[in-house]
């Protein structure tokens, strides 16, 4: 059931233009139509080492371009999954306990643990609705697939996520951005574009995660491959440098979109920098 999440209403929302504030790995500040809202949070130090679990540990090879105490009020977080790398030591002792946080089951049985009151758990197709007086987001889990053998059940259930921005009295949608999570190719993302069409932004994890010898996520070919697949106006690609277990960076992606086929323009970010954008109708 959709019960929404009601924040505090303030100022209505501005929806002629957002933007995407690249941390590092997974980790984003997406701020538009009034709202702040921070992804798969890890703020480790270069140098740091993560546990991954099953003995398995990866280091930190990229400064984050920032900390929690530098970010600004968070609405709420998106988090695809509860790993080591992408909600790390760090978040958990630093973040406000009370902040939503939109992920699967078995990320908020984790944070509970961790003492985090506000978690919503999201099966796929699932949504959870975010409102602030007329604007609200909603946040709708998409399908992922992050455990191939011989690495299966060893690794954290995970989800894309989908945020449907809307503002004003009638709640008309204005922005579509599309996250893909840690997932590898599989035959249920063709269900995106037919489910929901019409994505303006995608944020693609690349990287070629590799453990035990066996990848886990996309590699840079693989994330174009998803770009084409699900269809956005633009693409983001983020999670491709970070950690020691990365096989796959940031050129394979640049390689592979110079003769891909979709029409999808890629936008290249580095840390620390920004990517602007804007609803269809103020372009």
């Not at 609405?75 to 306990?97: M, N, T, Y």
């Not at 069409?197 to 840079?220: K, S």
């Not at 592979?256 to 970010?269: G, N, V």
Request: proline fraction near 6%; include cysteine.
């Amino acid at each position: 059931m959709n019960t929404p999440l009601r924040l505090p209403a303030s100022e209505p929302g501005d929806f002629s233009e957002g933007s995407v504030y690249f941390i590092g790995n997974a980790t984003t500040l997406i701020r538009y139509g009034g709202f702040t809202i921070l992804t798969d949070p890890t703020f480790l130090h270069r140098g740091e080492h993560v546990h991954l679990g099953h003995g398995m540990y990866a280091r930190r090879e990229v400064e984050p371009a920032c900390q929690i105490a530098d970010l600004p009020p968070l609405d709420l977080i998106v988090l695809s999954h509860h790993h080591g790398d992408h909600f790390d030591d760090v978040a958990a002792e630093q973040l406000d306990k009370s902040v939503p946080i939109i992920t699967t089951e078995h990320a908020v049985g984790l944070l509970s643990e961790q003492g985090f009151t506000g978690g919503r758990a999201l099966d796929t197709w699932q949504s959870r609705t975010v409102t602030k007086g007329d604007d609200e987001v909603s946040i709708t889990a998409m399908p992922a697939k992050h455990d191939p053998d011989p690495v299966a059940g060893m690794l954290p259930p995970t989800m894309g996520s989908l945020l449907d921005f809307s503002g004003g009295k009638d709640r008309y949608r204005v922005f579509r951005l599309y996250i893909s999570g840690d997932t590898l190719l599989h035959d249920r993302l063709h269900d995106i574009p037919r489910r929901h069409p019409g994505i303006d932004l995608a944020l693609v994890h690349a990287g070629g995660t590799t453990l035990l010898g066996t990848v886990v996520t996309m590699t840079g070919e693989q994330a174009v491959r998803a770009v084409e697949i699900v269809d956005p106006r633009t693409a983001v690609p983020i999670h491709y440098n970070d950690y020691s277990v990365f096989r796959s960076g940031l050129d394979e992606v640049k390689e592979a979109a110079a003769t891909s086929s979709t029409s999808a323009r890629f936008h290249y970010l580095t840390h620390g920098e920004t990517h602007r954008f804007r609803p269809v109708e103020q372009r």
